[in-house]
């Protein structure tokens, strides 16, 4: 049991430090942990009940808006999911890309240089139209900010290492397109 918990612990200590993780940046914001325990933290708000509470809302409209958050939320998880699985081993949850990354801009890339993000975006939505909650419709509005400071500091790294970044940035939208503070190539 306890060389099980060891080898646990060795390889959550190892695969933070491929990630980028050190004492040193939690403390000074090195690699953008700053935004990564926000963005934790702004998803974990999603949790708290709603507030307001409306009340009286009639039948079919809290049907549709249920109907319609969880299929936002539904799509944002999948769009997650495949973003995850095209980065494969190049997910990292810092805004720096790892020493023996590769550029990815197929599959899930090949719309969106942060489709990670809009895949989050999108749960967000789902969660604030399914529960109609102010609190929530906030939380969506930070999330996006936060994320979109994540995003260009991750583009300000991958364009230092990878110099065809640029050229990619011209062509695919930022996280969705046509929405200009979401997409600003």
């Given amino acids: 049991m306890k060389q099980n918990l060891r080898n646990?612990?060795?390889?959550?200590?190892?695969?933070?430090?491929?990630?980028?993780?050190?004492?040193e940046g939690l403390f000074n914001n090195s690699k953008g942990e700053w935004y990564l325990f926000s963005q934790i933290f702004l998803i974990l708000l999603h949790f708290i009940p709603p507030y307001p509470k409306i009340k009286?809302?009639?039948?079919?409209?809290n049907t549709f808006c249920i109907i319609l958050g969880l299929g936002i939320s539904i799509l944002g998880l999948f769009i997650v999911i495949k973003a995850i699985i095209s980065l494969g081993?190049?997910?990292?949850?810092?805004?720096?890309?790892?020493?023996?990354?590769?550029?990815?801009?197929?599959?899930?890339?090949h719309n969106s240089r942060h489709p990670l993000y809009k895949g989050l975006l999108f749960i967000s939505l789902g969660?604030?139209?399914?529960?109609l909650s102010l609190i929530h419709l906030s939380l969506l509005i930070f999330l996006a900010?936060?994320?979109k400071i994540k995003a260009?500091?991750?583009?300000?790294?991958?364009?230092?290492?990878?110099?065809?970044?640029k050229k990619y940035i011209k062509e695919v939208p930022a996280i969705i397109k046509n929405i200009k503070y979401l997409d600003w190539r």
């Fill in 127 to 131: 969660i604030s139209i399914f529960s």
């Fill in 8 to 23: 646990l612990f060795n390889y959550i200590k190892t695969l933070l430090s491929n990630w980028g993780f050190s004492k």
């Fill in 152 to 165: 260009l500091k991750e583009e300000e790294m991958l364009k230092m290492k990878f110099p065809e970044y």
């Fill in 89 to 109: 081993e190049n997910l990292t949850p810092l805004p720096y890309p790892m020493n023996d990354s590769t550029l990815i801009i197929n599959n899930s890339y």
């Fill in 56 to 61: 009286n809302i009639p039948f079919l409209i």
């Fill in 145 to 147: 900010y936060i994320l």
